[in-house]
Nanobody, 124 residues
């Protein structure tokens, strides 16, 4: 059974930092590109960041560039999202996801597996 389990969300003030983690089990982690998405209230789920299997290449939505860093540890089946300089507009449920497709990695339908999400709330 494939499981993606996020953790690390919480309440933080504007300008603060959070580190999200996602532990994956039940699949060959090295075969998958990992992504982080988020969904704010009343909005569609959107791509935030992605990292290909080796960790060498990373991808970011414009809103995350320069503030967020995605990384993976294949020995631990772990992907993380370090979020700095957080803003109220970063408030959302954050999801990690896994895909073996290296097509349009910003497209939700490309992903095979999803976690349950972790809430991030940034207060002003």
């Amino acid at each position: 059974q494939v499981q993606l389990k996020e953790s690390g969300g919480g309440l933080v003030q504007t300008g603060g930092s959070l580190r999200l983690s996602c532990v994956v089990s039940g699949l060959s982690f090295n075969d998958y590109l990992m992504g982080w998405f988020r969904q704010a209230p009343m909005k569609e789920r959107e791509f935030v960041a992605g990292v290909e299997w080796s960790g060498r290449y990373t991808y970011y939505e414009d809103s995350a560039k320069g503030r967020f860093t995605i990384a993976r540890d294949n020995a631990k089946n772990l992907v993380t999202l370090q979020m700095n300089s957080l803003k109220p507009e970063d408030t959302a449920v954050y999801y990690c996801a896994a895909t073996r497709n290296y097509g349009n990695i910003k497209r939700l339908s490309e992903y095979d597996y999803w976690g349950q999400g972790t809430q991030v709330t940034v207060s002003s």
